[in-house]
């Protein structure tokens, strides 16, 4: 299929539009498609089968929703002005990619030598900076981290700049609503880092504490990654990580938890049924030979999840929903492993579910193409060899599954307002001169 000359969509004051021949609404493609939003970049109306209206810019290609991914981490010895500039390169490189937003991890809280900076959300300004100026959308997580493993192990010495308390993660969160106050774009939550790594007293103080501060903040924890915490968790708190979870904690839809590799069948099971989001990195786990998350048991109990870039030796949202299905088909070795009889195309039920579970950990309206959501979408460039002359059925399947070339990513509109273009965010030049610049120093 050829596509049409593209023009931008830009908002106006009032908000903005764009007419799409084909675009990805609640699961299935739809032609014709008027996208509407209002200046705070959320979708006002969405009309499939509509009149091309005169003035309002064409999309270049398909339109799809754009991916949340999960977590993110920082490197230790990063300087302030270090910060800022690695996560706009990477903010920049994922809007690129098709990721509109991020749950930030944010681990490193404290000078070098562990001691706080005179204002203690020093590095977590900076991240919201780096988040505004790209135009990601941003959940933001401080981590609490109090010990190195199980039994209250003493921190390390590379480990304290993460080290803080319930009230200390709480007092940071306080402190950014008042100076940032939560809206479309920007969430705030807590990251509990492990079990391993947190008291079963911390943990309770700051579940609570940020009920008081948000009922609906969303609480992300690492869980069962590795077989070796799963034999500790059992010595130390006499059950497996994700069972002592569901028994000492209300996990319900404001959970996510990241991993969740080693469990139990009653563990799938019970974990689905909380309504909790279990948080995917499949290229992460596959390169840190962590094991694979059977998620054809996970599926088949209803349970939600969504993907994450973790340790970023992948930055691609499709490439980590490819290595979910190819997994499991090493794992069941079977083919087509996560389609179902209702959801005959890998790649959608995929993408869709992804997507719902990703805006659910977000705690932000990222759900898709939707009244209320906001409006974050990419366009497909139509002439890719992954998707040209294919039906649109096919289309995800052609973006997921194949990799020939540059990325069928075209434009990318986050909020409403396009930050990405032919495949350039306008940032991108000076971005990548400040991350250069930041790595030399951290290489000298």
Known sequence: MSAPSPTAARPTGNGGALFARDAWLAGSWQ???????????????????????????????????????????????????????????????????GYTSVCEFHYVHHQADGKPYA????????????????????????????????????????????????????????????????????RYGVAPHSLRAVSPESLDALRSGLHALDPQAPIHIHIAEQAKEVEDSRATLGARPVRWLLDHQPVDARWCLVHATHMSDEEYRDVAASGAVVGLCPTTEANLGDGFFDAARYFS????????????VSISPVAELRWLEYGQRLLH????????????????????????????????????????????????????????????????????????????????????????????????????????????????
């Open 119 to 186: 204002n203690p959300a020093e590095h977590a300004l900076r991240i919201i900076s780096a988040a505004h100026s790209t135009g990601m959308g941003l959940t933001l997580l401080p981590v609490l981290y109090e010990y190195s493993g199980f039994g209250a192990r003493p921190a390390l010495p590379e480990q304290r700049r993460f080290i803080g308390s319930a009230d200390s993660m709480l007092g940071l969160i306080a402190n950014l609503s008042a100076a940032h106050p939560a809206d479309e774009a920007l």
């Open 333 to 444: 070795r079977s083919r087509n492993v996560l389609a179902a009889p209702n959801a005959l195309q890998v790649a959608d039920r995929l993408y869709a579910a992804a997507l719902a579970g990703g805006a659910r950990a977000s705690a932000r309206p990222i759900a898709g193409l939707a009244l209320g959501q906001r409006a974050d979408f990419i366009t497909l460039d139509g002439d890719h060899p992954d998707l040209a002359e294919r039906s649109a059925e096919s289309w995800l399947s052609g973006l997921v599954f194949s990799e020939h070339g540059a990325t069928a990513i075209r434009d990318v509109t986050v909020g409403g307002r396009q930050q990405v273009q032919a495949g350039h965010h306008p940032g991108e030049s000076a971005a990548l001169r400040d991350y250069r610049r930041a790595l030399a120093e951290l290489l000298a």
């Open 301 to 312: 109990e209803g349970g939600s999840w969504g993907i994450g870039s973790d340790s970023h």
């Open 31 to 97: 032609r014709d498609v008027l996208l509407q939003w209002n200046a705070a970049g959320v979708f006002t109306a969405i009309d499939s089968g509509a009149a091309a209206p005169a003035g309002v810019p064409l999309a270049g290609g398909p339109v799809l929703p754009g991916m949340p991914t999960l977590m993110y981490r920082f490197a230790n010895r990063l300087k302030p002005e270090h910060i800022e500039a690695i996560t706009r390169h990477l903010y920049i490189e994922m809007l690129k990619a």
